[in-house]
């Protein structure tokens, strides 16, 4: 086994061995393992002690945060409130000091009273309830011995959790399905109790022992779990429910929510009664001693149990699941299912996944006794339960950025105004009087005029941003000045708004700089200071000391003041020409320092001509250029100018071009940079791929496979300028056909994969 050790997070401790129902779906009592029978019915006070001890090791050794532990049974509470205090005191006592203890308890509810809650609220002990919805439903499995009902009393115990003092302890329902009962009333009768949370369970099963399917529907389960779904969300999603979020996580790139989706590696152990130490519980529906390690809390340390070859294979990800499974589209939102559910015995026949075609026949490893090699007996269920959340959650999950260039021009100047909260957050009061005058003259200016909204969405407004917050948080000692920076923002918005106020802006190397202005030089280089900005009757007026400089037209340069100038003429879009902001020089290529009239004159021409290349050969993607292009910025000479600039520093919007180069040239080289710039910024306002896999795949392009990003990003590029070669288009459709089964893809992902084939196909 490869990869570094897991260490365990989640330690299930069985505090009693036996129960007072008799449910026949329990996998402790009636499925194939019966070592339950072998063991004390109460933990011994030794086996407690060192099992403080172990877990207070282990989180020593890896240094853990917090750790969970869970009161387990048979039915915990039949080992009494004074074992269970014992259990609690043992627990908090070892863990003091070395990490936070997060203690629960999974309980039917019988025998809950006050005395168990006082203990447990005492300890900060939360409670999980079983139920499996109402009497009818409840009542198919979770019954007495002797057939009696369990479910008046378990509603009585839901009660006493929900009273005032004990609220807080709730740690909500769990129901184990049955495809027979009716989803709707299941749920229904769930939420009727208010719970904080609910886990749907799957019945354990394996391909020896398969789920009861009621009408032989391959999908009864997804079916029954869809329809909750549904109800759920009709009702507004009112408590979460584990199974639903998990899935809904997933799509979006985010992380698994529960052990039985997803690949993210096992972190939990059991600890038996008698101190022996096994892996996850469910094991034991796939044969007796299926869950053994052969350890104890004796003799063995949990780093032990987590380099157990059983434990291995379930922290392994992608490379722990079957062949089958991994060539599966839907792999990181399903990861192969619970483990458990995956075993199939030599000679019992399985059943193909839902995209991989035809029957398994078993995997690396088939023989003896069987193996886990396999896709989940649950396997169909759990595509239709993916794909059917996927469908009815697209239209919300996808952002409007996603296919929309001005929704996503909308998206980057909210995440830019967060930043400047950022930055107020980051500098947590440093900034003294100087910053908070700053901070209230941006409210001032806000609520007078829209100056602010302009600058704001300057795409070099962000590199300021960035650097101001990364400086802020490390505390480095250039973070107030950097952040004081923020008056000449202010200030360019005030004369942008017409606005009657003084703003006092920082200069430094003798240039004060009004970014989407101008610049204008106030001292002599290597000089800084500060001075007040203000409106004027025809212009501005800067004060620096003594001295005051007027600029009459913010658009005219003159001996001291070099304005932003503007492309437009000639048929080139409107576009800021920006030679003088001083964070321009961020891209990948040296900026030039500053064109003169003439020089700038030559270089809108040639821009113009190559628009008009642009809109002649791909009129689609030189419109959605010009829609979202703010900026331009000349690089200067060299062979790394020579091929257009851009940078993951700026905010959409920006591009560096080479002064140099005939309209032939210039052309190719705006619409590779926007295409470039254009996935960069919706990678910033929503996940399309997930970063935690392994996967790397064939690209047309280049001789190493890539990963999704790269496959992605190489895709898009080359969709737009298709126009211009059709290398560029094949090569466009075969990298989608390969991301078209791309697990790491999100829902928007698939969207954007959909534009990009229409888009390709209509060159």
Not at 180 to 190: C, Q
Not at 196 to 225: G, N, V
Request: aromatic share 6%.
């Amino acid at each position: 086994m490869t990869g570094p050790l897991v260490p365990f997070r989640e330690i299930v401790v069985k505090v009693h061995s036996r129960c007072d129902l008799a449910c026949d779906h329990c996998y402790i009592y009636e499925h194939a393992d019966q070592s339950w029978r072998t063991r004390p019915k109460t933990i011994s006070d030794e086996a407690i002690s060192r099992t403080a001890r172990r877990l207070a090791e282990h989180a020593t050794a890896h240094d853990l945060p917090s750790v969970s532990v869970i009161l387990h049974g048979g039915e915990p509470l039949l080992a009494g409130p004074a074992r269970l205090r014992r259990v609690c005191e043992e627990l908090t006592a070892a863990l003091d000091g070395v990490a936070a203890l997060d203690l629960r308890i999974h309980t039917n509810g019988l025998q809950l009273s006050p005395r168990y809650l006082d203990l447990f609220d005492e300890f900060g002990v939360r409670v999980g309830i079983s139920l499996d919805g109402d009497r009818a439903a409840n009542d198919r499995h979770r019954r007495f011995a002797d057939g009696r009902s369990s479910h008046p009393l378990v509603l009585k115990a839901v009660e006493l959790l929900h009273q005032e003092r004990y609220r807080h302890l709730d740690l909500g329902l769990l129901c184990t399905i049955d495809a027979a009962n009716d989803p709707v009333a299941v749920y229904d009768a769930l939420a009727a109790l208010d719970p904080p949370r609910i886990d749907f369970l799957l019945p354990h099963a394996t391909w020896e022992q398969p789920p009861p399917r009621p009408d032989a529907s391959p999908t009864a389960y997804a079916d029954w779990l869809l329809a909750v779904f549904d109800r759920w969300d009709a009702d507004g999603r009112p408590m979460p429910v584990r199974l639903f979020d998990s899935v809904l996580s997933t799509l979006t790139g985010g992380p698994s929510l529960t052990e039985s989706l997803g690949l993210a590696p096992t972190d939990l152990v059991v600890v038996e009664t008698d101190g022996t130490l096994e892996q996850v519980d469910s094991l034991k529906s796939a044969y007796e001693g299926a869950a053994a390690t052969g350890f104890d809390v004796f003799a063995h340390t949990f780093d032990e149990v987590a380099a157990h070859p059983g434990v291995r294979s379930r922290q392994l990800g992608l490379a722990g699941i079957g062949a089958e499974c991994r060539r599966c589209p839907l792999v990181r939102s399903c990861g192969g299912g619970l483990y458990t559910h995956r075993y199939r015995p030599e000679g019992v026949a399985g059943a193909g996944g839902p995209d991989t075609g035809g029957p398994d026949t078993g995997g690396p490893g088939s023989g003896g006794r069987g193996d886990f090699d396999h896709p989940s007996v649950y396997c169909h269920d759990l595509a239709a339960l993916i794909r059917g959340i996927e469908a009815r959650t697209r239209a919300e999950t996808v952002p409007p950025a996603v296919g929309h260039p001005g929704e996503l021009l909308v998206a980057q100047y909210e995440l830019t105004r967060s930043m400047v909260a950022e930055l107020h957050t980051a500098l947590d009061g440093r900034g003294g009087e100087a910053w908070q005058e700053a901070w209230e003259l941006a409210a001032r200016i806000e609520a007078a005029c829209d100056g602010l909204d302009t600058v704001l969405a300057h795409p070099y407004t962000r590199t300021w941003l960035a650097e101001a917050i990364t400086a802020a948080r490390a505390g480095r000692p250039d973070a107030v000045g950097r952040a004081l920076q923020f008056g000449a923002y202010l200030a360019a918005a005030a004369l942008r708004g017409s606005l009657d106020t003084p703003v006092r802006v920082r200069h430094r190397d003798g240039v004060l700089t009004l970014p989407t202005l101008g610049a204008l030089r106030v001292g002599a280089a290597g000089s800084a200071g500060e001075a007040e900005v203000r409106l004027a009757e025809k212009g501005f007026v800067v004060r620096t000391g003594s001295a005051e400089l007027r600029v009459e037209r913010a658009d005219e340069a003159t001996g001291e003041w070099r304005p932003v100038r503007r492309l437009g003429r000639d048929g080139a879009p409107d576009l800021a020409l920006d030679d003088v902001d001083p964070y321009r020089d961020r891209f990948d290529a040296p900026a030039h320092p500053g064109l003169s009239r003439d020089e700038a004159a030559d270089w809108s021409r040639r821009i113009a001509s190559a628009w008009a290349l642009l809109r002649a050969a791909a009129p689609e993607q030189a419109a959605g250029a010009e829609a979202t292009l703010t900026t331009l910025t000349p690089l200067g000479s060299g062979p790394r100018a020579a091929s257009g600039g851009w940078s993951d520093t700026y905010g959409y919007g920006a591009l560096g071009i080479p002064v140099r180069g005939e309209p032939a040239a210039l052309a190719p080289l705006l619409l590779r940079g926007h295409r470039r710039a254009a996935l960069r910024a919706l990678t910033e306002v929503t996940d399309l791929y997930a970063l935690d896999g392994g996967w790397l795949r064939a690209a047309p392009w280049s001789p190493e496979p890539l990963p999704v990003s790269a496959l992605l990003a190489g895709a898009h590029e080359r969709a737009g300028l298709a126009a211009y070669d059709r290398n560029h288009r094949d090569h466009a459709l075969r990298a989608l056909d390969t991301l078209r089964d791309a697990p790491e893809l999100t829902v928007a992902g698939k969207t954007l994969l959909d534009s990009l084939y229409r888009e390709a196909e209509r060159v």
